[in-house]
């Protein structure tokens, strides 16, 4: 739990002597519980006092890597619900390949998770995981198709009812960071020791939530902290009950046994996207899909970017101005914010329309159209200065310039801003543009 400024001032020495930078050791204390300030910066704080500011600033929901350099990070969440901050490390979706599958399915699925590319407001969108399962034949064809999985790039998790088929697998696969589910009460000493000496993360599950928290918190005490939380549960309302039972007691009640991300399956058809839904929006660490479906992809993926994107930070494009096509002195100029997705919606309707045009995004500090203008951030006289700076006063020979419809205010603004330029409102909604440039460009 974070600590305040008083409290963290208590531990400090009290000497004032300004070694930090600090005026005194109140004043760095208060910049300690900002998070503006690192306890490393006092060359004299006791180890009493590192290892309890240490522990308060661990997030209450531990961090924990998948894959050979452990670069897939899940867990580190520090509220509740989005808007109180920010979500941290999106929902790992993983994608299975079973044991049972025939060798051919299992090459598509493969290939499919490796190429799958959704490009989405300038970000691009990956499957993230592969879970090998092993639902039937012995350890050989689950571990050859372990490693098959692992040419896929993407971490792997490895799941098997047998414990020895787990171990197995996990000395096979040493080093790269899996992620074994899932360990019950009985079979967790042998995988904790598989885990520990092969590098790998291990899932608990038990058959309810205190006796999974007992089991975490002995494997935590015992040293071992590379752990998810796999519930048993069995009806969609159970889960999410579970699962925000769980992180609330991590997060309000600093419960350490709870405080890991979790591990989920989704079931089959539509009942499988419904889950997935509920767990990328509370709390999914890793989300096993049962195959390869490209359209439940592209939604979940679009779906977790909204969920896991800063409230605090709007997705910006830099602010300049874009050649949408072959651009040349003759054609007209458009005009949005440097808002991501006000961006590639304007210039996405540009191209289908198939112009080429100029596309001007002034800094905005990333607002919509509407928001922009209402805030004071798009004025006729700030476009007017950024379209004299950008250069195309002088590189264009027809200058007509198009402003969204929800900015038509600033029209009389910007024809006094720039002298000669033609100044046209275009729709408010870009989905019109091709229909506005038919009639009017
Ligand atoms: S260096 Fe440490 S002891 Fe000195 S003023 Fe800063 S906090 Fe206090």
């Given at each position: 739990?974070?600590?305040?400024?008083?409290?963290?001032?208590?531990?400090?020495?009290?000497?004032?002597?300004?070694?930090?930078?600090?005026?005194?050791?109140?004043?760095?204390?208060?910049?300690?519980?900002?998070?503006?300030?690192?306890?490393?910066?006092?060359?004299?704080?006791?180890?009493?006092?590192?290892?309890?500011?240490?522990?308060?600033?661990?997030?209450?929901?531990?961090?924990?890597?998948?894959?050979?350099?452990?670069?897939?990070?899940?867990?580190?969440?520090?509220?509740?619900?989005?808007?109180?901050?920010?979500?941290?490390?999106?929902?790992?979706?993983?994608?299975?390949?079973?044991?049972?599958?025939?060798?051919?399915?299992?090459?598509?699925?493969?290939?499919?998770?490796?190429?799958?590319?959704?490009?989405?407001?300038?970000?691009?969108?990956?499957?993230?995981?592969?879970?090998?399962?092993?639902?039937?034949?012995?350890?050989?064809?689950?571990?050859?198709?372990?490693?098959?999985?692992?040419?896929?790039?993407?971490?792997?998790?490895?799941?098997?009812?047998?414990?020895?088929?787990?171990?197995?697998?996990?000395?096979?696969?040493?080093?790269?960071?899996?992620?074994?589910?899932?360990?019950?009460?009985?079979?967790?000493?042998?995988?904790?020791?598989?885990?520990?000496?092969?590098?790998?993360?291990?899932?608990?599950?038990?058959?309810?939530?205190?006796?999974?928290?007992?089991?975490?918190?002995?494997?935590?005490?015992?040293?071992?902290?590379?752990?998810?939380?796999?519930?048993?549960?069995?009806?969609?309302?159970?889960?999410?009950?579970?699962?925000?039972?769980?992180?609330?007691?991590?997060?309000?009640?600093?419960?350490?046994?709870?405080?890991?991300?979790?591990?989920?399956?989704?079931?089959?058809?539509?009942?499988?996207?419904?889950?997935?839904?509920r767990e990328i929006c509370k709390y999914g660490g890793v989300l096993v899909l049962p195959g390869f479906d490209p359209a439940q992809a592209a939604v979940l993926l679009t779906l977790r970017q909204n969920i896991y994107t800063?409230?605090?930070?709007?997705?910006?494009?830099?602010?300049?101005?874009?050649?949408?096509?072959?651009?040349?002195?003759?054609?007209?100029?458009?005009?949005?914010?440097?808002?991501?997705?006000?961006?590639?919606?304007?210039?996405?309707?540009?191209?289908?329309?198939?112009?080429?045009?100029?596309?001007?995004?002034?800094?905005?500090?990333?607002?919509?159209?509407?928001?922009?203008?209402?805030?004071?951030?798009?004025?006729?006289?700030?476009?007017?200065?950024?379209?004299?700076?950008?250069?195309?006063?002088?590189?264009?020979?027809?200058?007509?310039?198009?402003?969204?419809?929800?900015?038509?205010?600033i029209r009389g603004e910007l024809e006094d801003g720039l002298p000669g330029w033609t100044i046209l409102v275009g729709p408010q909604e870009a989905a019109d543009l091709e229909g506005f440039a038919k009639s009017r460009l």
């Amino acid at each position: 739990m974070a600590l305040t400024g008083l409290q963290i001032h208590k531990l400090l020495p009290g000497t004032n002597c300004k070694d930090c930078g600090a005026s005194t050791c109140l004043a760095f204390a208060m910049k300690l519980a900002q998070k503006k300030a690192d306890l490393a910066d006092c060359p004299h704080a006791s180890d009493e006092a590192r290892k309890v500011l240490g522990a308060a600033a661990e997030p209450p929901v531990r961090g924990v890597g998948l894959g050979p350099s452990r670069s897939l990070k899940l867990g580190e969440e520090t509220v509740l619900l989005r808007h109180e901050k920010t979500f941290v490390h999106p929902t790992a979706l993983a994608v299975t390949v079973r044991t049972s599958d025939p060798a051919e399915a299992t090459a598509r699925t493969l290939a499919a998770v490796r190429d799958y590319l959704l490009v989405r407001v300038g970000e691009e969108l990956r499957l993230d995981m592969v879970l090998v399962d092993h639902d039937a034949g012995d350890v050989a064809a689950f571990i050859a198709l372990a490693k098959a999985a692992a040419e896929a790039g993407r971490p792997l998790a490895l799941r098997s009812a047998d414990p020895a088929a787990l171990a197995a697998a996990a000395e096979a696969l040493a080093g790269q960071g899996c992620l074994l589910c899932s360990a019950t009460p009985d079979t967790a000493d042998a995988l904790v020791a598989a885990a520990t000496t092969h590098g790998h993360a291990l899932a608990l599950t038990a058959p309810d939530l205190d006796s999974l928290a007992a089991l975490s918190k002995r494997l935590r005490d015992a040293g071992f902290h590379d752990l998810f939380l796999h519930f048993a549960t069995h009806s969609p309302a159970e889960a999410l009950q579970t699962s925000t039972l769980a992180r609330r007691a991590a997060l309000r009640a600093a419960f350490k046994p709870l405080g890991l991300p979790h591990l989920a399956f989704a079931p089959a058809e539509m009942a499988g996207s419904v889950a997935a839904v509920r767990e990328i929006c509370k709390y999914g660490g890793v989300l096993v899909l049962p195959g390869f479906d490209p359209a439940q992809a592209a939604v979940l993926l679009t779906l977790r970017q909204n969920i896991y994107t800063d409230p605090q930070k709007p997705v910006q494009v830099e602010p300049k101005v874009y050649e949408i096509g072959e651009p040349g002195p003759e054609s007209p100029v458009f005009l949005t914010t440097n808002f991501s997705l006000t961006y590639f919606l304007v210039s996405g309707e540009i191209e289908n329309a198939g112009l080429s045009a100029w596309l001007a995004v002034p800094d905005c500090d990333g607002m919509s159209v509407l928001t922009a203008w209402a805030a004071g951030k798009l004025t006729g006289s700030g476009v007017a200065k950024f379209v004299k700076e950008s250069g195309l006063d002088d590189r264009l020979s027809a200058k007509r310039l198009v402003l969204p419809g929800y900015a038509a205010p600033i029209r009389g603004e910007l024809e006094d801003g720039l002298p000669g330029w033609t100044i046209l409102v275009g729709p408010q909604e870009a989905a019109d543009l091709e229909g506005f440039a038919k009639s009017r460009l």
